[in-house]
């Protein structure tokens, strides 16, 4: 694994963010924002949408969401990343293959199976690999929903919508709102987005929020390839 460092600084302009290699001597992203403060959440996504991610093991109680301030630089902070690329074609295409098998269990009804098959891999996982379990569940949401409304899944745009007209963030529980957004996003080609969701329940306060929003993406899915299944039990 790189040992890669990201710096937030204050600027007269606001704040840049640089990702650093492992002898910090090569910048590898430079981005400024016109901030009037620092914010360690925002700078977390803006690492996202750019290809890093903040360790997991960065975020601990002395921590805000993984940044330190860095001692003897005012208004400088700085946090382990790594790269949110990189798996090989082969482990990509492994991934795709357990998604086809956890899809499938549960679209039978074998529910327990599909959440083995997504915790085998979610303990092996890397950050990156995860996205790709994310991203890859979607997919497949994608094209059921777009058979199911008779749609072109690359041309049609979705939105969330509730049936009293209430604002989804309000009811419901947050593992229902990423599957919901992330699949949304996906359809729409919206890939900051995707990235965002996946960077907002890795860095969460909750450590096993990741996992409940995938169990719940893998259950949207099949539940949406169920659905677009003629010979389906529905």
């Given at each position: 694994?790189?040992?890669?460092?990201?710096?937030?600084?204050?600027?007269?302009?606001?704040?840049?963010?640089?990702?650093?290699?492992?002898?910090?001597?090569?910048?590898?992203?430079?981005?400024?924002?016109?901030?009037?403060?620092?914010?360690?959440?925002?700078?977390?996504?803006?690492?996202?949408e750019h290809g890093y991610m903040i360790r997991s093991d960065a975020r601990t109680p002395d921590a805000v969401n993984g940044w330190r301030e860095v001692p003897g630089q005012p208004r400088?902070?700085?946090?382990?990343?790594?790269?949110?690329?990189?798996?090989?074609?082969?482990?990509?295409?492994?991934?795709?293959?357990?998604?086809?098998?956890?899809?499938?269990?549960?679209?039978?009804?074998?529910?327990?199976?599909?959440?083995?098959?997504?915790?085998?891999?979610?303990?092996?996982?890397?950050?990156?690999?995860?996205?790709?379990?994310?991203?890859?569940?979607?997919?497949?949401?994608?094209?059921?929903?777009?058979?199911?409304?008779?749609?072109?899944?690359?041309?049609?745009?979705?939105?969330?919508?509730?049936?009293?007209?209430?604002?989804?963030?309000?009811?419901?529980?947050?593992?229902?709102?990423?599957?919901?957004?992330?699949?949304?996003?996906?359809?729409?080609?919206?890939?900051?987005?995707?990235?965002?969701?996946?960077?907002?329940?890795?860095?969460?306060?909750?450590?096993?929020?990741?996992?409940?929003?995938?169990?719940?993406?893998?259950?949207?899915?099949?539940?949406?390839?169920?659905?677009?299944?003629?010979?389906?039990?529905?």
């Amino acid at each position: 694994m790189k040992h890669l460092t990201a710096t937030c600084t204050g600027t007269p302009e606001g704040y840049r963010i640089r990702v650093l290699d492992e002898d910090h001597d090569v910048c590898l992203v430079q981005l400024v924002f016109d901030w009037d403060s620092f914010r360690p959440a925002s700078a977390g996504h803006r690492l996202i949408e750019h290809g890093y991610m903040i360790r997991s093991d960065a975020r601990t109680p002395d921590a805000v969401n993984g940044w330190r301030e860095v001692p003897g630089q005012p208004r400088t902070w700085s946090v382990p990343v790594i790269p949110t690329s990189g798996d090989t074609p082969d482990t990509q295409a492994m991934v795709a293959e357990r998604l086809v098998k956890a899809v499938s269990h549960w679209t039978e009804g074998r529910h327990d199976q599909a959440q083995e098959v997504l915790a085998d891999l979610a303990r092996s996982g890397t950050p990156s690999l995860l996205f790709g379990v994310a991203t890859g569940l979607a997919f497949m949401a994608k094209e059921a929903l777009a058979k199911m409304q008779g749609l072109d899944a690359d041309t049609a745009s979705w939105i969330i919508l509730t049936t009293d007209g209430s604002r989804p963030e309000e009811i419901l529980p947050e593992p229902h709102l990423f599957a919901a957004r992330f699949i949304t996003a996906l359809i729409n080609g919206d890939t900051a987005t995707t990235l965002a969701l996946y960077g907002a329940a890795f860095t969460a306060p909750d450590p096993e929020l990741l996992s409940h929003c995938l169990e719940m993406l893998l259950a949207t899915t099949g539940e949406a390839v169920r659905a677009a299944t003629p010979e389906a039990d529905r």
